[in-house]
């Protein structure tokens, strides 16, 4: 079996209020890191059997974002074992209650996930830890009867290589058929342009000057 498990993205300030706070939805950031995060699972093939989610607000559209860039079609699974005051026994018998599926992505919060996802890689008994931020998806595998953490994303990562291969396209978008570089001129400031108007005046100047002193 496998699960994701993916803490909630940016959602602003707490609310004091329990019921208020529990409303609270994600913030610009956080939608930006939910499409940015599902885009890159699904660049990895990412494929899930069902998404569970926290019933808090914050959480399920965390969950809606994601599963919309990965392609998932079938129900949003609430369960309140993924609450942040929930205890870990709940997390555990709720895992078992999916135990069909091969593959399954959790939606929740801290406190308690970080505590979830460290005991379901520690084994029995025992705990490790594992700070999962905000946004951010990891992988757990079951493997010869225990769980191993394959791989951890943050949203700060996953930006980086956002942003790097949309530098990776601009530069390709520049090259001519040679593999060089050609900057169109309305990429270039108006400081460049004047530069390049100066040299090539300067050119001709001199061209000028070369064929008066020929006479």
Known sequence: MIIYFVRHASAGQKKLSGKK????????????????????????????DAIISSPLKRAT?????????????????????????????????MLRDYSKHESIMVVGHNPNFSDFLGRTIAGSGERAHVDIRKGSVAKVESKQKKYV????????LVKAASDASSGERASSSFQNGNGELQIPDEYLSVR??????????????????AKTSRK
């Open 21 to 48: 706070d529990e409303k609270r939805p994600l913030d610009a950031d956080g939608v930006q890191q939910c499409t940015q995060m599902g885009r890159i699972l699904s660049s990895m093939e990412v494929g899930v």
């Open 149 to 156: 953490l394959d791989w951890l994303l943050t949203p700060r």
């Open 61 to 93: 559209q965390t969950a809606a974002l994601i599963a919309n860039e990965i392609g998932y079609e079938s129900k949003l699974h609430i369960e309140n074992a993924l609450r942040p005051e929930a205890k870990y026994d709940h997390f555990r018998e």
């Open 192 to 209: 460049a342009k004047s530069l390049a108007n100066d040299s090539h005046e300067a050119a001709r100047t001199s061209k000028s000057r």
